[in-house]
């Protein structure tokens, strides 16, 4: 299978690719890792006239704590945040999604930054990015923007980038005091996309009670969904199990999974009831740890 | 419109117009002319098509040829030495790490940076590590023996049996 015709330019600055990005409008797309993008443009599900690689800019990718965030380049290859021993300190999630996303090849190439942008349910960061509160710093012509993890994705493969803007930074905020996070999905066999998966980051204070939950799913909605109702659940207790299995409860209500070749609505709520539950468990635990 | 890109594969400099379409696979197997690079799956799925881009493992189906330009590529090809076979290939042969063939230059070159990024790995890690890539016909059992083979070679250390283990 080989991608229809188009013309390849690979700036060398942000500012560049901004204004090609600009000039030639909707007719372009930006190639990041490009294992989302060119198995769409082999199989000819996209047929960009233009692709703008960003590949040759430098500055976009980076791992840094400053300002009590942890900034993340949106070019950041998945393997980089599964390696880190910094992010590993505080996020030991990024461990548990990177192993879970495709396999080692896919992860060496496949960026942070494109795995949101692409906008896809079923990606797995983007259910870690809504648990972990995270935001993404935008840049257009006109300059840079931030927004919120929760206003970021709108529909299918559609998010908060607008034309002739590109995703340049992931802005999470490290927590404070105790804090545990963790993710997992079920999965058909290795590297597939998840029947579903769930996000949990929690954060405590001396007394062991919850003072922040972020709960976060893949692939149970048309987009990555806050599981806002479980999270509430959690606030205030000390996760003791009756609180842990309302919000697992909760999250399986909530979600809005499709039938498909992955399995029925009634077994998908269940893999989210199951899941979320085994999640805030592993969490907490490591939150204790802390 | 054509592009002119340079690029180094197994040591040796090319220099080709390619379209920017073509698929890095393509460019190595037809413009180059280097076949051990295999097309199984083409959806970035089995990992027949695996290469080294500096070094990292990447699946060439899915990369086009004009990202390629200015890096350093490996394939089957280049693993070799004047000295003889390199350690993997050594690993392959002695534990019949392979039946047909066709997945092996792919599992050979993702195994070597897994052994580069830890050289002593577990049968779960060697597992994990080869995720990406698929056998259709020995299972992989011998596959992962030859893996750990190629380790305790890197390393020096002594060389596991290469006996044949029966279930019973």
Same mark, same amino acid.
């Given at each position: 299978? $080989?991608?229809?015709?188009?013309?390849?330019?690979?700036?060398?600055?942000?500012?560049?690719?901004?204004?090609? =990005?600009?000039?030639?409008?909707?007719?372009?797309?930006?190639?990041?890792?490009?294992?989302? =993008?060119?198995?769409?443009?082999?199989?000819?599900?996209?047929?960009?006239?233009?692709? $703008?690689? =960003?590949?040759?800019?430098?500055?976009?990718?980076?791992?840094?704590?400053?300002?009590?965030?942890?900034?993340?380049?949106?070019?950041?290859?998945? &393997?980089?945040?599964?390696?880190?021993?910094?992010?590993?300190?505080?996020?030991?999630?990024?461990?548990?999604?990177?192993?879970?996303?495709?396999?080692?090849? &896919?992860?060496?190439?496949?960026?942070?930054?494109?795995?949101?942008?692409?906008?896809?349910?079923?990606?797995?960061?983007?259910?870690?990015?809504?648990?972990?509160?995270?935001?993404?710093?935008?840049?257009?012509?006109?300059?840079?923007?931030?927004?919120?993890?929760?206003?970021?994705?709108?529909?299918?493969?559609?998010?908060?980038?607008?034309?002739?803007?590109?995703?340049?930074?992931? =802005?999470?905020?490290?927590?404070?005091?105790?804090?545990?996070?963790?993710?997992?999905?079920?999965?058909?066999?290795?590297?597939?996309?998840?029947?579903?998966?769930?996000?949990?980051?929690?954060?405590?204070?001396?007394?062991? $009670?919850?003072?922040?939950?972020?709960?976060?799913?893949?692939?149970?909605?048309?987009?990555?969904?806050?599981?806002?109702?479980?999270?509430?659940?959690?606030?205030?207790?000390?996760?003791?199990?009756?609180?842990?299995?309302?919000?697992?409860?909760?999250?399986?209500?909530?979600?809005?999974?499709?039938?498909?070749?992955?399995?029925? $609505?009634?077994?998908?709520?269940?893999?989210?009831?199951?899941?979320?539950?085994?999640?805030?468990?592993?969490?907490?635990?490591? /939150?204790?740890?802390? | 419109?054509?592009?002119?890109?340079?690029?180094?594969?197994?040591?040796?400099?090319?220099?080709?117009?390619?379209?920017?379409?073509?698929?890095?696979?393509?460019?190595?197997?037809?413009?180059?002319?280097?076949?051990?690079?295999?097309?199984?799956?083409?959806?970035?799925?089995?990992?027949?098509?695996?290469?080294?881009?500096?070094?990292?493992?990447?699946?060439?189906?899915?990369?086009?040829?004009?990202?390629?330009?200015?890096?350093?590529?490996?394939?089957?090809?280049?693993?070799?030495?004047?000295?003889?076979?390199?350690?993997?290939?050594?690993?392959?042969?002695?534990?019949?790490?392979?039946?047909?063939?066709?997945?092996?230059?792919?599992?050979?070159?993702?195994?070597?940076?897994?052994?580069?990024?830890?050289?002593?790995?577990?049968?779960?890690?060697?597992?994990?590590?080869?995720?990406?890539?698929?056998?259709?016909?020995?299972?992989?059992?011998?596959? &992962?023996?030859?893996?750990?083979?190629?380790? /305790?070679?890197?390393?020096?250390?002594?060389?596991?049996?290469?006996?044949?283990?029966?279930?019973?």
């Amino acid at each position: 299978m $080989i991608p229809s015709t188009f013309d390849y330019t690979a700036p060398s600055s942000l500012d560049e690719a901004l204004k090609l =990005l600009h000039d030639l409008g909707d007719d372009a797309k930006v190639l990041a890792g490009g294992h989302s =993008l060119i198995p769409m443009m082999k199989l000819r599900f996209a047929e960009p006239e233009h692709l $703008i690689d =960003l590949n040759n800019i430098p500055g976009l990718s980076y791992l840094k704590i400053e300002g009590g965030m942890l900034k993340i380049g949106a070019m950041t290859r998945e &393997v980089e945040t599964e390696e880190s021993a910094e992010v590993a300190v505080h996020f030991p999630i990024f461990a548990d999604v990177a192993k879970l996303i495709a396999d080692p090849q &896919v992860r060496n190439f496949g960026t942070l930054g494109g795995n949101l942008a692409h906008g896809d349910a079923a990606n797995d960061q983007p259910a870690v990015m809504l648990a972990l509160d995270a935001s993404v710093e935008i840049a257009g012509l006109d300059g840079r923007r931030t927004v919120g993890i929760d206003d970021f994705f709108y529909g299918f493969y559609s998010t908060a980038v607008q034309e002739g803007e590109i995703l340049t930074e992931i =802005l999470i905020p490290i927590p404070s005091g105790r804090s545990g996070n963790a993710y997992h999905k079920v999965e058909r066999k290795v590297g597939d996309y998840a029947t579903g998966g769930v996000a949990v980051h929690l954060e405590m204070d001396e007394q062991g $009670i919850c003072t922040k939950a972020g709960i976060g799913l893949t692939n149970v909605n048309p987009t990555p969904l806050r599981a806002v109702r479980s999270e509430a659940a959690l606030v205030g207790t000390s996760l003791d199990d009756a609180a842990i299995a309302s919000a697992a409860q909760y999250a399986s209500e909530d979600c809005n999974p499709s039938t498909d070749l992955r399995g029925d $609505i009634d077994y998908k709520r269940h893999i989210i009831r199951a899941v979320t539950k085994k999640m805030i468990n592993k969490a907490k635990q490591l /939150a204790f740890k802390n | 419109m054509k592009k002119e890109i340079t690029l180094k594969i197994n040591g040796e400099e090319f220099t080709k117009e390619v379209e920017p379409r073509t698929l890095l696979v393509h460019f190595i197997r037809e413009d180059i002319g280097m076949t051990g690079t295999h097309i199984g799956c083409d959806t970035s799925s089995c990992g027949a098509c695996t290469i080294l881009i500096d070094g990292k493992s990447a699946k060439s189906c899915t990369i086009l040829a004009v990202q390629a330009a200015g890096k350093e590529i490996t394939t089957v090809e280049g693993i070799a030495t004047t000295e003889g076979v390199h350690p993997i290939q050594e690993g392959f042969k002695e534990n019949h790490g392979l039946h047909c063939g066709f997945c092996t230059p792919g599992m050979m070159l993702r195994a070597i940076e897994l052994l580069e990024k830890n050289p002593d790995p577990t049968e779960e890690e060697i597992r994990w590590g080869i995720s990406g890539n698929l056998c259709r016909c020995t299972g992989y059992n011998n596959i &992962v023996k030859s893996i750990i083979y190629a380790g /305790a070679k890197l390393r020096g250390d002594e060389l596991p049996s290469t006996e044949p283990v029966f279930v019973e």
